[in-house]
């Protein structure tokens, strides 16, 4: 390593909440108010390089090979801040990161982006941070960020306010259940509301916040149970449910917020239709207009090509259960 220079690299990848997360219980320190459940995938993958340097007068973050937004630099450097009181340091750093796959659209790269920044952070500041360690500190900047330090199916507690040492941890490993996501894009560009202004517009104002925060419990330990027991369909049931509860949150906030567009509703469409002919597939959405659609890994190619011919689908890409962060310099 150059003298005055302390530098890791770190890969992480992006999850799909199987029991949906939605409103934070304490906002200075991003708890959740519920607990959420998800499966990581392999195919949406962030690569983070994070270089603390001594002679450098301020943090230098690039996304995707361009220069970050003022309030995407701020979230990344407030990750930096502290990593560095951990460490009792104070150089800067320069942050050069890649999602390879589309930022801020609903396919969760802050989950991704956090797990693989802490990963990299955390090493190049001469930390040796357990998971559950990394999982709190990725939490403090995305809820689901602690899903994605861990590979296969993760569960993330709902929290009280105060609570700082909330982390996820594995409920199973990714080769526990050969499942298939196949994610049908479309749109492209940015989604219209960020997933945080979103939630916390939902939790001041749509009537139906308090019924989602007391329902969604259950739906996790069912979708939990349904995980354990790799059954397809008591998790999609459970996990559909989860979606259309806390989109109907966003729906009823004021101003309401509408992810979806014609092509979302067709996408779902395909997939109801798919199950009237006897395939067990599953649809999840984020906050975003994308169908995310759970199957066997036999049905993924007919689920594919349904959705690649549905109407206003752009583009499908099939992921499998993934690993969790990986330090790979
Ligand atoms: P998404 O659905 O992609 O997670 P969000 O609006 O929830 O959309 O989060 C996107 C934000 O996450 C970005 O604006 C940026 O602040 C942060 N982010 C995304 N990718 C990275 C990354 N690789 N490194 C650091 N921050 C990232």
């Not at 709902?158 to 409920?171: F, H």
């Not at 940015?190 to 939630?199: C, F, H, I, N, Q």
């Not at 925060?213 to 739906?219: F, L, N």
């Not at 007919?302 to 790979?328: C, F, K, S, W, Y």
Request: aromatic residues 6%.
């Amino acid at each position: 390593m150059t003298p005055g220079t302390m530098h890791a690299r770190a890969s992480a990848r992006a999850n799909i909440a199987l029991a949906k997360y939605w409103g934070k219980a304490d906002l200075e320190h991003n708890v959740p108010a519920v607990p959420s459940i998800s499966l990581t995938l392999d195919q949406l993958v962030t690569e983070t390089e994070v270089c603390f340097v001594e002679k450098l007068e301020s943090d230098i973050v690039v996304l995707d090979g361009r220069p970050t937004t003022a309030p995407e630099a701020q979230r990344a450097i407030a990750m930096l801040d502290r990593v560095r009181r951990t460490a009792g340091l104070r150089w800067k750093a320069t942050v050069a990161s890649s999602n390879h796959f589309p930022t801020s659209a609903g396919l969760a790269s802050s989950a991704s982006g956090f797990a693989a920044l802490a990963a990299a952070a955390t090493r190049a500041a001469g930390l040796e941070l357990d998971s559950e360690a990394l999982s709190v500190l990725a939490r403090r900047s995305s809820a689901s960020a602690a899903r994605s330090i861990f590979g296969g199916f993760v569960e993330l507690p709902g929290g009280q306010p105060g609570q700082r040492s909330l982390a996820a941890r594995q409920i199973a490993p990714e080769r526990h259940w050969d499942v298939r996501l196949i994610i049908a894009l479309t749109a492209t560009g940015p989604k219209s509301v960020s997933s945080t202004d979103a939630m916390e517009r939902s939790r001041k104002t749509s009537p139906y916040y308090q019924a989602w925060v007391e329902h969604a419990p259950r739906w996790a330990v069912a979708i939990k149970r349904a995980v354990c027991d790799r059954d397809l369909a008591a998790l999609g049931s459970a996990m559909e449910q989860s979606t259309f509860a806390f989109h109907s949150c966003a729906m009823t906030a004021e101003p309401t917020i509408l992810y979806w567009n014609q092509a979302t509703v067709a996408a779902l469409r395909t997939v109801s239709g798919l199950r009237e002919r006897g395939v067990s597939a599953w649809s999840t959405m984020d906050a975003g207009p994308h169908v995310k659609v759970l199957c066997q890994a036999a049905d993924a190619p007919r689920v594919q090509q349904a959705l690649d011919r549905t109407p206003g689908v752009l583009e499908t890409r099939v992921a499998r259960p993934g690993t969790g962060i990986e330090v790979l310099s």
